[in-house]
């Protein structure tokens, strides 16, 4: 049985004039990894700090554990933090940030000494106790920083942008271990980030947000196969997104052919967006084609060739092939019904998924 | 933070009694006669008397003499400071003297200056009579030069400094000539540093009295030396916050002429 | 990187040096003749140094000035940081600008301005003159140049530590204590530094505002300077300048201290 550990009702937040979160409803439930997934300025920050306690809501409220924390100070909230750039202090060693908290609340000496050690060997860091924070490296001081937001036993842990900070070979392994972390002590994770790899590597929960609002909330392959519009589509992975026309259940129209799909409930002939994921896309002859395509550029990228190409209505299409194509040759386009995914205009996600329900029954 | 009223209560007071009340207490008392009755007389004496006005102009024109000493002998010393390999050693022998007290090196003067003294015997070697030189207007300005000196230099080191290299590379790259470099990139680049430097020595300069005292004799007289007068010999507290106020409207010109431009495209 | 001088700079530094540096030395020098005056160097003698340290009156005063520095920058200290403390917590950008200035006063304002003013204030007040208006008076032109020494650490300290101590259960208090004071200490302590020395060096407040009673260094040295040379006093100048000499290396060792702390912060990132 799972069981919330924090709600916001309607939370919205502004700084003078800019409204940075505009009524955010989220349910945050307890042992499991929950990133808010968003490009700069989205609010994902600040839904963080509004649930460490570093900046209070404007209006709505905060829940934890069923109770309204909006005017608990952050130093009696059960949660921790391990910050963008660390913040750890710079006078203490890492034996004394990792025991911070615990000086603070009075352990005793020897308890705080197993605790430190405890920590600092689950993040195998055992032995490093009396550097200075000056000689660790990046990838260390992100461990010494967790160890110590850890040694607090917190309830929930919360994450803000932690590994950007890291070079590509170490984020990558840190996305492993702070997985496998969570996984061990079976707290809740709540992760902030603007790399959608690294959220969809990572979570159980992605929560999509852009100007101040929450737009789509999934596990990682609902948000991939079914983005709720332009935006999601285009943040999360690569897309194809080309403009058509719902002529009736099951069949779109666009680059001026009517194909056969798996969406429903829709009015007829609505005007709708089609994403057709790359990696879904293959060439094939001209004559086995659903559509007819003119290559127009290619690039090796390691693991599939990258093909950009443009059919006779002029639409652009990014395909992923295992093979190389010949330039300005004209291919043949085949996809399942099953990749065909259709995002209407303007559609809300209670809308969206209500729709779901629907036709899937 | 809710600490702020506690952390600001010292610091306030300080601000109202040790900044704000002394120039209201100077402003106010310069409105005072002698009887401490408001008058208007004090500045009807400065400004109707020549010998006031006269002061004045000379304080200023031995001001502008000593900084522009000052920065034509520093600006030199700050480029080629900046070109040396262990600039910021040198940098700190250059700022050394300015921990040794005014007075003492004031003092050394008196001594080098003396009728019997050695720059006496210098010229005295070169074949020349001794010379009056200590009470004399232009030992006074060079002393104060010396004085000053690595207050205008280390402004100007700093600016230089902080140039980025590869734009005077970049200078040569496209051709220009060494004199065309120092013309057009650093000296224009500097100019803050400048500025700093010029407010740094010619407010100091204006009032200056221990120096005219003990090297100027009673030849020279500046706003400073004015003030001390009346303040300390004369009592007259009055007239002498008179010429207080005057100097802090020259100090607040000189500021305005000196402030730091903001950083607009420059043609 | 560093570009061929022509001989000539190098000439010109010289010359330089030798100007800033031979009065010291001239004066240094004569601290250690036989005869009486700053010229005619008749042997060498330690007659001098003799005369200083029989010199009671001397010596009182050499004490009344460390106390003073001593006194003024410990409170200058306390006071300046937590102006700073303050100043930093402000958030509206006008009134900021406003604190700083004013701050900035005395630093700008010419010695004899700051003397009078304050002499005017004291005798308002009604206060005798003397050893209490000496040290209220450093105490105030000291408190702005440990403002400002603090200010930059406060300002470049990340404010997410603040957080991250709330954030571990501190209260506002161990906040204070247990992180913002300690990540300043370089600053604080660099700021108590320059008011001690603004408080040895300084003439023209003190010889405003001290009584007939109480003397400091400079305004003795003023009061016999004007009497004519006497060697005692290049003794005791060739003693501040061992002092001084001491005082950089301090200066020096607490900014080094600071740099190497930085520099390899940005190697650990690296």
Known sequence: MTQTIIEFKNVTKSYEETQVLTGVDLTIEAGKFYTLLGPSGSGKTTILRLIAGFSSATSGDIIFDGKRINDVPANKRRVNTVFQNYALFPNMNVFENVAFGMTLKGVNKAQIKEKVTTMLEMVQLAGYEDRSIDELSGGQQQRVAIARALANDPEVLLLDEPLSALDYKLRK????????????????????????????????????????????????????????????????GESNIIDGVMREDYKVMFAGKEFENVDAGMRPNERVEVVLRPEDLDLTTPENGKLIVTIDAQSFRGDYYEISAHDDDNNEWRIQATNPSVLNSRQGLTFDPEDIHIMRFDESEDDFDARLENYEE | MKNRLFYFIPYSLWLILFVGAPIVLMLGESFLSISHHFTLANYQDFLGSGTYLQMTFNSVWYAFLITLITLIVSFPTALFLSNLKYKQF?????????????????????????????????????????????????????????????????????????????????????????????????????????????????????????????????????????????????????????????????????????????????? | MVEKQSRWANVYLVIMFLI???????????????????????????????????????????????????????????????????????????????????????L???????????????????????????????????????????????????????????????????????????????????????????????????????????????????????????????????????????????????????????????????
């Not at chain 2, 008196?110 to 009728?115: A, C, E, M, P, Q």
């Not at chain 3, 160097?41 to 001593?70: C, K, P, W």
Request: charged share 15%; hydrophobic share 50%.
């Open chain 3, 108 to 270: 700008v304002s010419p010695d004899v301005i700051i003397g009078a003013s304050f002499l005017i204030f004291f005798t308002l007040l009604g206060l005798s003159l003397g050893f209490g208006s000496v040290l209220m008076s450093h105490i105030a032109f000291s408190i702005p140049i440990v403002v400002l020494m603090v200010l930059p650490k406060l300002n470049e300290m990340n404010s997410s530590l603040i957080d991250a101590a709330q954030d571990l259960g501190a209260n506002s208090w161990q906040v204070l204590t247990r992180v913002i004071l300690p990540y300043l200490t370089p600053g604080i302590a660099a700021g108590f530094f320059m008011a001690f020395t603004y408080s040895l060096d300084d003439f023209a407040v003190t010889f405003f505002v001290t009584g007939n009673g109480f003397s400091t260094l400079a305004v003795e040295i003023y009061s016999r300077a004007r009497q004519g040379v006497s060697l005692e006093i290049n003794a005791l100048s060739a003693m501040m300048f061992l002092i001084s000499l001491a005082l950089v290396a301090g200066y020096f060792f607490i900014n080094q201290h600071n740099t190497t702390r930085k520099s390899k912060k940005g190697r650990g990132r690296g």
């Open chain 2, 90 to 267: 040198w940098l700190l022998l250059i700022i050394l003297p300015t921990w040794i007290n005014l007075l003492l090196k004031t003092y050394a003067f008196i001594g080098l200056l003396s009728k019997d003294g050695s720059i006496n015997h210098f010229i005295e070697l070169l074949g020349f009579a001794p010379q009056q030189l200590l009470f004399t207007e232009a030992s006074f300005v060079l002393v104060a030069a010396y004085i000053e000196i690595p207050f205008m230099i280390l402004p100007i080191f700093n600016s230089i400094n902080e140039i980025d290299r590869s734009l005077i590379n970049a200078s040569y790259d496209l051709g220009a000539t060494k004199w065309q470099t120092f013309r057009r990139v650093i000296l224009p680049l500097s100019a803050d540093g400048i500025r700093a430097g010029i407010q740094a020595v010619f407010i100091p300069s204006l009032s200056l009295f221990m120096i005219t005292r003990l090297i100027g004799g009673n030849r020279v007289i500046t706003l400073g030396t004015a003030i001390e007068e009346h303040f300390l010999v004369t009592q007259n507290w009055g007239l002498g916050s008179t010429i207080g106020v005057v100097l802090i409207i020259a100090m607040i010109i000189t500021m305005a002429l000196t402030r730091e431009r903001k950083k607009r495209g420059r043609k």
């Open chain 3, 20 to 106: 800033l540096y031979s009065p010291i030395f001239y004066l240094i020098f004569y601290s250690f003749n036989a005869g009486q005056y700053m010229q005619n160097f008749s042997g060498f003698s330690l007659v001098h140094y003799g005369e200083l340290f029989a010199d009671d009156r001397m010596l009182q005063i050499v004490l009344n000035t460390f106390v003073v520095a001593l006194l003024s920058s410990l409170l200058a200290t306390i006071v300046g940081t937590f102006g700073a403390l303050g100043i930093f917590s402000v958030r509206n950008s006008f009134l900021k600008n406003l604190l700083l200035s004013l701050n900035n006063i005395l």
């Open chain 1, 173 to 236: 392994d840190m996305q492993y271990e702070l997985r496998e972390l969570q996984q061990r002590l079976g707290i809740t994770f709540i992760f902030v980030t603007h790399d959608q790899e690294e959220a969809l590597a990572m979570s159980d929960w992605i929560f999509v947000m852009n100007e101040g609002k929450i737009l789509q909330n999934g596990t990682p392959v609902d948000i991939y196969d079914e983005p709720i519009n332009h935006f999601v589509a285009n943040f999360i």
